[in-house]
């Protein structure tokens, strides 16, 4: 129900490296929970989503300066730094 | 005559707009007054992305979105919505952006501009709000960097994307109204754009109905209107060789003034949008009637009131209103009793010229030095050469003021001997041009004058001096 | 082990020792409840309260779960990708906890990044339950619930997302509440799935269930979904107010085929007994529960596809260092995530996708008005309502593990109730080959006092409660 080429292309979209050899064990078991998931068919369309369960809106902050890290315990866990900047692989 | 576009070139702008006169972040506490601070000190959990930091809408950058939408004649909706946009880039820190999709805060406005040919309106498709991600650092060359550097003091800055149909004819018009809408968020206060980074531009251009491209990457309006010639010319040349203009992004190479095509992955961008669910969703169209109260004047309505209120032209009100600090020194000068004929003249035709040609904004020259040069000229007490002359003194020199120019340069207006003795040398020393207006020619008077003023330094009265040539020569 | 008698304890041989005891039990009973523990640390603060502190968990130890931020200590949701982040923040419930002078002993175990039902799928190792250690302590707040049947702390925090409070807390004997959504501040929680989580809190008995809800619960302004109400269940456990009069509703459908004999029994034992003490009971029908489980999987896979996104190693964690930056961040998370967690991921993207994207989420949100609309239609007839936690009791490790499908299929009677965003709470009812068994209470949006008031005279008229793993 998945192919090897959709499980290609999702693992790309979600930037995890699947190696060759896994695609065919990923779509098996994801092709099973994907059959499963077959069963929303059974449902029609007709009703609003709901994407929030508690019907708040409106939930703000003031324009009011809070606290701030400081660089130190902004950059307390990367593993690779410079300067007080975050270091990064080269972008292309 | 309407406007033939004969290319029927299309260009549409999406502008983003940093809304840095917000004291905080979209989301966060945040200051942002950033420029110039070291990397990563103007962070916290939620701009940084941190697991379990959980997002919150600043108020104020709601009323000021909702100021610009009003400003640019959209309709504000009354229920709106932030979303994931969901894409990877080490300026990203969550991997997603919090931008508007579905929902977006204003919708559907117009702008006028002054078009190729007469006001020609430009329609706005929608202006929604997003955050700005964080900045990258390129060590060396973009292509031949070993790493990148990231700084997230950006992350989390308030955005406004403002995004046009495609109704601008010609990168002139693609100017005027970047202009214009510079103009309009000045005027509205919610945005300094002097700071770096607080305007950044993309551009979609089609010719002859054809494909269009997305270029982006321009940073100033200079820029764009470089970028669109140059990407006009480009897709113009390509038809003319036969081929077709494929559907791509160009980046904009300010440098070099030519558009690149970027060679990125082939995947077309799913950003999977959905709703944020974080936040939840706002309601603000009971906030209208009140932000529209408070909007301030706008540029078009200033302009207006200058040529009613005032009597002053509509050249001069179009120069005066298009920036905001230098119609507010307009007012400030007449209501301190200056002339406003006398006011939008000396402002719009001498001043600003002046200011323009030494790099200088009207910051740097104080109204009372002005209404001190409008008194001596309305007394003819100096000459309207002389006041051109204490304007650019004032300018160029430290720690001057008007009378100890006056006095330093002698530019009180002269006496009528002293005119008439330098007309008498004048006549003397250009037999010709006598002969020439006594000829008939009576351009020639003019050299004769200009002899004069020489002489004078300009301090003559140039209508005074000018009679006095005349009776001079009819006397001889 | 309750607050009260651990409140006695540490003021007849002081704090120190009590944490002595407690990190003893840790280590003879070897469940792997704990990633992280910080003793030490846990005295220093402990130390600096002595005396002056008046809170209501005044030197008591807790464990929080590993997903929950806690400042200076490592926080590794179970995963390797997070090995060694340290956060710089306390999330909100861990602020509330330090006010009140609980004791922070450590990181509860946990299936990573709160993607389980049986607490295996941790980096770290799988949790042994208590009463078994074959079985499985249920999950994914696994950790928190074994160290609590344990004896090893007498209160943690769990999450619970699709069930992972009440699941394990019916595994292993104990009690646990997932609140209102909104009820207890999800600043600080590392997010698996956002519009359904809550923080809950898990001890041995329904009265320090409801102490610690009240000490973590209420509004936080910086979790945007945080609802402004004030809880009180002070009157929860009055004992002059009882379940007189109470209307309770069985869904038909919580008894799915499933379901072990045992189960059933005792659930409607409970039922019986609820009837003794004054309640009545009706059957109800919630018709579209049978689609709860696929719109629940869709939707937290969607959200956590996205949630998950930001672990590229640059900021924080484990990080791969090869080529550049997006084959870099692919092999870190190749490496740095479990299979499960891929899985997820993967199908939550695929899920969110141009071309899927209404077929699956957009869907999967309709179903979610359908199942909230049962829950409204049934609280219209009924105070609250009464089902099995789990369909059987603690499975054994390995059994489900290999087979996804049925592990998600064990949430059937949990994910519901975060569909609709309801409170519920489990605490035992029963035993089958003494083994727990979970009764499930469920209440209407902020109905935690009806819902505590219910457990606690249910506690109160049966001995469940009092048999501890080890007794025969």
Redesign the interface.
Known sequence: MITREDVRRVGWLSRIELEDSELDEYSRKMGLVLEYFGVLDEVGGDVDPTYHVLEIDNVFRDDVAGEMLSQGDALLNAREKRDGYFKSARIV | MAYENRDRVKIGLEIHVQLNR???KIF????TNYHGD????????VC???????????????EYAIRVGLALNCGINEHT?FY?K?Y???DL????QITQYDYPIAQQGHVTIEGEDGEHMVRINRAHMEEDPGR???EGTIDR????????NRSGIPLLEIVTEPDLRSPKEARRFLDKLRNIIEYLGVSDLDLEGSVRVDANVSIMDGNRTEVKNISSYKGAEKALLYEIVRQKNLIRRGKTVTQETRHFDEAREITVSIRT?E?AH?Y?Y??E????????RDWVAKVKEELPELPDARKERFMTEYGVKAEHAKTLTGQLKLAQFFEDVVLDGVAPSMAATWIADVLKGELNYRDKTIESFKKEDLIEIIELLAENKITERSGVEIIRTLLDREGQNVPSIVKEKKLVKIESDEIDTAVKKAIEENKKAVDDYKDGKNEALNFILGSVMKKTRGRADPKKAREMIIQQIKEE | MSIDRVRELVESVGIEEVLHRCSERIEENKLNTFITTDFEGALTRARKRDGNGGGRLQGVPVGVKDNISTRGIQTTCGSRILTGYVPPYDACVVERLKAEGAVIIGKTNMDEFAMGTSTETSYYGSVRNPWGRERVPGGSSGGSSAAVAGGEVPIALGSDTGGSVRCPASFCGVVGLKPTYGGVSRYGLISYANSLEQIGPIATSVGDVALLFDAIGGYDRRDSTSAEHEFDTSSALDSDVGVEGMRIGVPDEYFGEGTSGAVRDSVWNAIHTFEDLGATYEIVSMPHTRYALAAYYVIAMSEASSNLARFDGLRYGYRVEEGDWHTSFSRTRREGFGEEVKRRILLGTYALSAGYHDKYYLKALKVRTLVKRDFETAFKSCDLLLAPTMPYPAFKLGEKIDDPLSLYLSDVNTVPINLAGVPAISLPCGFEDDLPIGLQLIGNFFCEPTILRAAHCFEQSTDFHKRKPGDV
């Open positions: 917000l004291k905080t966060c506490g945040c200051t070291p990397p990563n000190t103007h962070v916290c959990p940084l992305g941190l697991p379990g930091a959980l997002p919150v809408v600043n108020r104020r950058a709601v919505q994931r969901n990877y880039y080490p820190p969550r991997g997603f990258l650092v390129h960097s070993k790493y990148t550097l990231v700084d997230y992955k995947e799913d999977r959905f709703p669910p974080d936040l939840v969703p706002l309601r603000v």
